[in-house]
C-alpha cells in the first residue's frame, strides 16, 4: 500500500522559517512528487533566532533563506509577519490564518502537535484548529471566498519527539536529500550550532528521522497524526 497525494493541495502552517524543513519537508517533497500542489506558510518572523554574532535585520534574511528553501520545493511561500515568541490565538491572527488558507484553499494542512515545545508552536496549532473550520464557513468575514469544504488536518511530530503518539508514518527516505537541502538555506540558524537555547540543527533532523524510520523499518521518516474532529478527516 502506498499513499499518494495526486490531486491534492498540501499546505503546511508552521511557526517559524525552518519548522517545516525539520517536521513535514520530505512529505511535502513526495506529494510534489506525486503531483500535488504544495504550499508553506511561515507565521513568525523569525527576528529572534540570533545567532552568538548578531545579525542585522535578522527578519530580512531569513525572509530570503525562506524563499531559496521554498524554491527548492516549488512551493507557494506564504509569510505571516507576526513577532517571534509573540505568536496569539486571538480573533485578528485568525483573520490572518484563514485569509492565508484561502488564499491556498488546501485539501490538507499540516500543522504543529497541540503540544509541540515553543509557545509559538502550541499558538500556530491553536490557530489551525480554529480557522481549518472558519475557512470553510460562509458566515467569516473576509475578502476570500470559504473553501468548499474544510480540509484535512495532519498533527506534525514534535520537535525532539517528546510526547507525540504517531498515528503513522510517511517514508521519506527518497526525499531526505531535499529536506537537507531545505534546512541549508537556514544560514543563519546552522550558525547558532549548539546555543545554550539551541541545537545543532542538521543533526537534530537528521537524528529524529532516522529514528522515527527505525521505529518503521525505513531509513528515514516523518510521521503525523490525524486531527480526529468533525469535517477535518478525510478517507484516503
Ligand atoms: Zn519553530
Known amino acids: 500500500m502506498r499513499l499518494n497525494f495526486n490531486g491534492e493541495t498540501v499546505l503546511a502552517i508552521v511557526a517559524h522559517p525552518d519548522d517545516a524543513e525539520l517536521l513535514c519537508a520530505g512529505t ?42 521554498a524554491a ?6 506564504l509569510l505571516g ?21 484561502r488564499t491556498v484553499r ?14 509559538d508552536h502550541r499558538a500556530a496549532s491553536s490557530l489551525v484548529e480554529a480557522t481549518s473550520w472558519t475557512c470553510a464557513s460562509n458566515g467569516w468575514d473576509s475578502r476570500l471566498p470559504p473553501l468548499d469544504a474544510p480540509p484535512a488536518v495532519w498533527w506534525m511530530d514534535t520537535v525532539g519527539m517528546h510526547e507525540f503518539e504517531p498515528g503513522f ?20 540558524q546552522l550558525q547558532r550550532g549548539g546555543d545554550g537555547d539551541f541545537a545543532p540543527l542538521l543533526d537534530l533532523m ?23 474532529s468533525f469535517k477535518r478527516v478525510s478517507a484516503w
Open 28 to 69: 511535502l517533497a513526495r506529494a510534489r512528487n506525486d503531483g500535488a500542489r504544495v504550499a508553506i506558510a511561515v507565521l513568525c518572523q523569525g527576528d529572534k533566532g540570533q545567532p552568538a554574532e548578531a545579525i542585522a535585520d535578522l527578519a530580512a534574511v531569513r525572509r530570503q533563506e525562506m524563499r531559496a528553501a
Open 106 to 119: 488546501p485539501t490538507l494542512v499540516l500543522a504543529h502537535a497541540p503540544n509541540d515545545y515553543h509557545a
Open 206 to 228: 537528521r537524528q529524529q528521522a532516522g529514528t522515527r524510520g527505525m521505529q518503521c523499518g525505513v531509513a528515514a521518516a516523518e510521521c503525523f497524526r490525524p486531527h480526529l
Open 72 to 77: 527548492l520545493l516549488d512551493a507557494q511561500l
Open 81 to 101: 509577519e507576526q513577532p517571534d515568541s509573540g505568536l496569539v490565538d486571538d480573533l485578528p491572527t485568525r483573520h490572518l490564518v484563514v485569509d492565508l488558507i
Open 169 to 188: 508514518y510517511v517514508d521519506v527516505s527518497d526525499t531526505m536529500a531535499i529536506k537537507e537541502r531545505m534546512l541549508q538555506e537556514h544560514g543563519s
